[in-house]
């Protein structure tokens, strides 16, 4: 019976039997995990930071001096009667809101692994747009288990987070603060 239906698939296939393998060139083993785990191993990380503080403060001061004689006695009469008075105030307010969203992908490298398999990474870009150059530099700690199967892991994720975004040329210049702000601000 099984050589028969043998015999029928081969007249139906046109005589011959064709057998594809599972396996292609670009495949990825059945067996070894591809996400990384090893020192000099490469990850991604999605950077998606928002951080928001504000902070604001009062004051205000009063002082208040008086003083006051009576004319003077025996020898002293010839002084007139006397009166002081004085009064000092100062108020001030100040408050500053900083509002800071980073969104970006950067690859970093697994540059150590403790004893439970925990992974510190670090990373740097360096981008040149124009005169202006801007680098982005990550650090901080990944759990083995919180990197995804596409080998990448959240910034949200990552403990002892260390992102520095910084921009030298002539855009970062015009945002900095004038000189005559800086000398005022260093003075009072």
């Known amino acids: 019976?099984?050589?028969?239906?043998?015999?029928?698939?081969?007249?139906?296939?046109?005589?011959?039997?064709?057998?594809?393998?599972l396996w292609t060139g670009n495949a990825q083993s059945l067996f070894v995990d591809r996400r990384a785990h090893r020192v000099g191993d490469i990850l991604s990380v999605l950077i998606v930071e928002a951080v928001s503080a504000s902070h604001s403060a009062t004051h205000q001061t009063t002082k208040e001096v008086s003083a006051e004689a009576q004319g003077g006695l025996g020898l002293l009469s010839f002084?007139?009667?006397?009166?002081?008075?004085?009064?000092?105030?100062?108020?001030?307010?100040?408050?500053?809101?900083?509002?800071?969203?980073i969104t970006d992908r950067i690859s970093v490298t697994v540059v150590a692994v403790d004893l439970l398999g925990n992974m510190s990474i670090a990373g740097q870009?360096?981008?040149?747009?124009?005169?202006?150059?801007?680098?982005?530099?990550?650090?901080?700690?990944?759990?083995?288990?919180?990197?995804?199967?596409?080998?990448?892991?959240?910034?949200?994720?990552?403990?002892?987070?260390?992102?520095?975004?910084?921009?030298?040329?002539?855009?970062?210049?015009?945002?900095?603060?004038?000189?005559?702000?800086?000398?005022?601000?260093?003075?009072?």
């Open 1 to 21: 019976m099984r050589a028969a239906l043998i015999a029928l698939l081969l007249l139906v296939s046109g005589g011959a039997a064709f057998a594809d393998s």
């Open 125 to 188: 870009r360096t981008m040149e747009l124009g005169p202006d150059k801007l680098e982005l530099q990550f650090a901080g700690k990944v759990r083995p288990e919180d990197v995804g199967a596409d080998n990448s892991v959240l910034s949200s994720d990552v403990a002892d987070l260390v992102v520095t975004w910084a921009g030298k040329g002539p855009i970062a210049e015009k945002q900095k603060s004038g000189l005559l702000y800086r000398l005022l601000h260093f003075l009072w």
């Open 79 to 101: 002084f007139p009667r006397l009166g002081l008075s004085a009064s000092r105030g100062a108020a001030g307010s100040g408050s500053n809101i900083t509002s800071t969203r």
